[in-house]
Nanobody, 124 residues
Framework: QVQLVESGGGLVQAGGSLRLSCAAS????????MGWFRQDPGKEREFVAG????????SYADSVKGRFTISRDNSKNAAYLQMNTLKLEDTGVYYC?????????????????WGQGTQVTVSS
């Protein structure tokens, strides 16, 4: 089983940046495509970004494309989400997730393992 732990969340002014980290342990990290999701209270959890096993393929929600960058370092068993030009609507709990598939998917049901989440709050 894969265990995931997110870190790096916090309070930031609109227009600022944050870098989220996801530390993985358990099964071989490189066997899993990874994704980042976010959720605000009372809202559906939504896909933010995904990355393939090798890191060669990435995908992004339209709302974050050009501002967020997902990456991974398989030698360190870690995935990252660099968030730039943050907006108020980026506020939420961000979750790291892993799937057994080679390529990332955009659906919640497509992921097998989840971290505990880290809070990101963007203020005006």
């Amino acid at each position: 089983q894969v265990q995931l732990v997110e870190s790096g969340g916090g309070l930031v002014q609109a227009g600022g940046s944050l870098r989220l980290s996801c530390a993985a342990s358990g099964r071989t990290f490189s066997n899993n495509a990874m994704g980042w999701f976010r959720q605000d209270p009372g809202k559906e959890r939504e896909f933010v970004a995904g990355i393939s096993r090798s890191g060669g393929t990435t995908s992004y929600a339209d709302s974050v494309k050009g501002r967020f960058t997902i990456s991974r370092d398989n030698s360190k068993n870690a995935a990252y989400l660099q968030m730039n030009t943050l907006k108020l609507e980026d506020t939420g709990v961000y979750y790291c997730a892993a799937t057994r598939t080679a390529l990332p998917v955009r659906t919640i049901s497509g992921y097998n393992y989840w971290g505990q989440g880290t809070q990101v709050t963007v203020s005006s």
